[in-house]
C-alpha cells in the first residue's frame, strides 16, 4: 500500500530511554528538508518504565493513513519491545535489535523480514561514551546510516534544538557512534 | 514548506488555534486524551494575558467558561468522554443562555472510564443529544492536527457569531498525533455583536438573523440570564408561546445558516459506485483505501464530514452522488450509521463497518471488508 517515497519507522524499548523524542527529532530533521511526517505513540503510563513504542511516517507526499502498517525499519531496543511490538512485519523490513540486552531471536529470518541487524547498541554507547544517556541518538545514527532518510546535518541541527547545551557534544558523538557502527557492519561484509 | 512548518501534537494544535481565535480564558480539568490541552493553555494564557484556571471538576469547568464568556471573554475548555458526561448540565445551560462556548471533547474508549489511552468515535450521538430537552449545538470533526487547528478557529467563530455552544469532537489519535502544520498565517476573527444603545435594551430581542445582542456583564446594561424560559428580558416564564417560540429561535439561528455552518469533504464522489461516508481519524483509512481502489480500477468515493451537527439530510444526499453502496466505517457500534439511514432509508444499500477495539480501521481492512461482504 501507499507509494515508493513512504518510509515507515516503528521504534520499540523501555520508557525513558527517549525513543519518543528520538522520533521527534527524525520527525522535525524531516520536516526541515520539506517532507511531511506523521509521529505517533503509545500513550499510557507503559510510556513511564514500561514497554513503549514510537511510530514515524516520513513521506514526500501528503500521508493520508498517519500510523505505520508496514514498516520499513523496526528498531527494538528491548526484548519486551519486540515481543508486544514486532508483529506486523514482512519482507520489505529491516529489523534492528541492541544484541547486548536480547538474543537475536529464531522467529526472524530471510523468510519474513529483509534483514535483521543485531547490535550491541547500549554496551557500546556505554563503554565508548562511558554514557548510559543518549541510545535514542547512537539509533538515530543507525538509522541513519542504514537508509540516509536525511542529511546528517539536518539531523545534527535537529537534534541541537532538543538538547541542553551542555550535553550537545555527548550527542553528537552518539550519533556519530551509530553512524560507525553500521559502516563496520558494512565493512565487515555483513549484508544489512 | 519547510520554514513556516513547525510539529505539532493535536492537542497543542486545539489550544494554539484558539489563542489564534482569541481566546482569552480557559478553565478545565485535565483528563487523557486531552490533558495536553489544559498543559499548554496553562503555558500559553499568561504568556499572552489570559486566565487558566484548573477547576475542581468538569461541572465547575463548563460553568466556569459560561461566566466568562457571558463577561466577555472568548472561552474554551478541553475533556474527553467521562469530563464530557459531566458537562452535559452546563452544556444545555448555555445553549439556553446563548453563552458562546467551545469545548474540545477527544474521544476515548468508553462507556464510562472505558480505555484511558485507547481511541474510539463513541461520543458521537452525545455531542448532539447529551443535554436533555430539544436543543441545537454545532459539532466540527478535525482529522488532522492542520485540521485541530484550523476547526478549532473556526469553533470560536461560529459560537461567537451564532452565541451557541461549539463542540470540536477529536479523539485520541489525532490529540497525541504529530503533524507539520503552518500557522503562520493570522486567522479571520469574528466578534460577536454587541448591544450599542441602554434605552430599550433587551438582552434576548432580536432582529432577523435570530442571534440576539446580550451585552458583555461589567458593561452597564441590565442583562438577566437563566436556565429557566424567557422571553426578550431573559427574565422567566411559564408562557407556552414565549416558549415555543424560543426553542424554535434556538434552532433557526442555527438552520437558516447551514450554508455558513456545513462543510464536506468529497472525494470523487461523481462516479463512484462504493461510496464510504465517515469522520475524524477514520476518514484517514478512508482516503488512503479509496486511492488504492481506485488505482485497481475501482470506482470508489469519500465523503468526509467536518460539521457533523447540524446534520441536513438533503444536503448529505446532494452531496453523495448516486453510489449504490455507501459504506459507514466508525470506531463504535453504529452511530453515524443511524444518519445516513435516515437520509438514504432503503434508496441506497448502506452498510455500518464498525471497530471497537481500541484501535484504528486500517486501509487494508477496509479492503479487507468490501472483499469479504461483496460489496
Same mark, same amino acid.
Given at each position: 500500500m501507499g507509494n515508493d517515497s513512504r518510509f515507515e519507522l516503528r521504534m520499540t524499548g523501555s520508557g525513558g530511554q527517549g525513543l519518543i523524542l528520538g522520533s521527534i527529532i527524525l520527525a522535525e530533521a524531516a520536516i526541515m528538508e520539506g517532507k511531511t511526517v506523521t509521529q505517533s505513540q503509545v500513550y499510557g503510563a507503559e510510556a513511564r518504565g514500561g514497554t513503549t513504542k514510537a511510530e514515524l511516517v516520513i513521506s514526500d507526499k501528503h500521508i493520508a493513513y498517519p500510523k505505520v502498517t508496514d514498516p520499513d525499519l523496526l528498531a527494538a531496543m528491548t526484548n519486551e519491545g519486540l515481543k508486544q511490538y514486532g508483529g506486523g512485519i514482512s519482507r520489505k523490513t529491516r529489523v534492528v535489535i541492541d544484541s547486548s540486552v536480547m538474543s537475536a531471536p529464531d522467529s526472524l529470518d530471510e523468510e519474513n523480514c529483509r534483514g535483521l541487524l543485531a547490535l550491541p547498541i547500549r554496551s557500546t554507547l556505554i563503554s565508548r561514551l562511558e554514557s548510559e544517556l543518549g541510545l535514542n541518538i547512537v539509533l538515530l545514527g543507525i538509522i541513519e546510516g542504514l537508509t540516509a532518510i536525511v542529511d546528517v546535518e539536518t539531523l545534527r541541527k535537529a537534534i541541537a534544538m532538543h538538547v541542553k547545551k551542555q550535553f550537545l557534544d555527548l550527542n553528537m558523538k552518539a550519533l556519530d557512534l551509530g553512524m560507525e557502527m553500521v559502516e563496520a557492519q558494512a565493512r565487515a561484509g555483513i549484508r544489512i | 514548506m519547510s520554514e513556516k512548518m513547525v510539529l505539532m501534537q493535536g492537542n497543542e494544535a486545539v489550544a494554539e488555534g484558539a489563542i489564534a481565535a482569541g481566546v482569552r480564558f480557559y478553565a478545565g480539568y485535565p483528563i487523557t486524551p486531552s490533558s495536553e490541552v489544559a498543559e499548554t493553555m496553562a503555558k500559553r494564557m499568561p504568556e499572552v494575558g489570559g486566565t487558566f484556571i484548573q477547576m475542581e471538576d468538569e461541572i465547575a469547568s463548563i460553568m466556569a467558561i459560561v461566566g466568562a464568556s457571558l463577561a466577555g471573554k472568548k472561552v474554551l475548555t478541553a475533556t474527553s468522554g467521562p469530563g464530557f458526561s459531566l458537562m452535559q448540565e452546563g452544556l444545555g445551560y448555555a445553549c439556553m443562555v446563548e453563552a458562546p462556548i467551545v469545548i474540545l471533547d477527544s474521544m476515548r474508549y468508553g462507556p464510562s472510564t472505558g480505555m484511558a489511552t485507547k481511541v474510539s468515535q463513541m461520543d458521537l450521538m452525545q455531542t448532539r443529544w447529551g443535554t436533555h430537552g430539544d436543543h441545537w449545538v454545532i459539532v466540527l470533526s478535525p482529522s488532522s492536527v492542520e485540521e485541530s487547528y484550523q476547526l478549532t478557529i473556526r469553533a470560536v467563530n461560529l459560537a461567537e457569531k451564532y452565541r451557541n455552544p461549539v463542540i470540536v469532537l477529536s479523539d485520541e489519535t489525532i490529540s497525541h498525533l504529530r503533524e507539520p502544520i503552518d500557522i503562520s498565517i493570522p486567522p479571520v476573527l469574528v466578534e460577536r455583536r454587541l448591544p450599542t /444603545?441602554? %434605552?430599550? #435594551?433587551?438582552? #434576548?430581542r432580536t432582529d432577523e438573523s435570530l442571534v440576539p445582542t446580550v451585552a458583555n456583564v461589567g458593561t452597564g446594561f441590565r442583562t438577566s440570564c437563566t436556565g429557566l424560559v424567557h422571553g426578550e428580558s431573559g427574565f422567566q416564564t411559564a408562557n407556552g408561546h414565549v416558549a415555543e417560540a424560543l426553542v424554535e429561535r434556538l434552532r433557526d439561528k442555527l438552520f437558516n445558516n447551514l450554508d455558513d455552518i456545513i462543510q464536506f469533504e468529497t472525494d470523487r464522489v461523481e462516479d463512484a459506485d462504493v461510496l464510504f461516508m465517515s469522520f475524524g481519524i477514520t476518514a484517514r483509512g478512508v482516503s488512503e483505501a479509496v486511492e488504492t481502489l481506485r488505482s485497481h480500477g475501482r470506482k470508489a468515493g469519500s465523503l468526509r464530514f467536518i460539521t457533523l451537527f447540524p446534520f441536513d439530510d438533503d444536503r448529505v444526499r446532494k452531496a %453523495?452522488?448516486? /453510489?449504490?453502496t455507501i459504506v459507514v466505517p466508525e470506531l463504535n457500534s453504529g452511530q453515524l450509521v443511524l444518519l445516513v439511514k435516515r437520509v438514504f432509508g432503503d434508496s441506497r444499500k448502506v452498510v455500518p463497518m464498525n471497530k471497537i477495539n481500541g484501535d484504528l480501521i486500517s486501509p487494508q481492512e477496509i479492503l479487507n471488508f468490501l472483499r469479504e461482504e461483496n460489496l
Open positions: - | /444603545a441602554k %434605552a430599550d #435594551y433587551l438582552p #434576548y %453523495a452522488g448516486n /453510489a449504490r
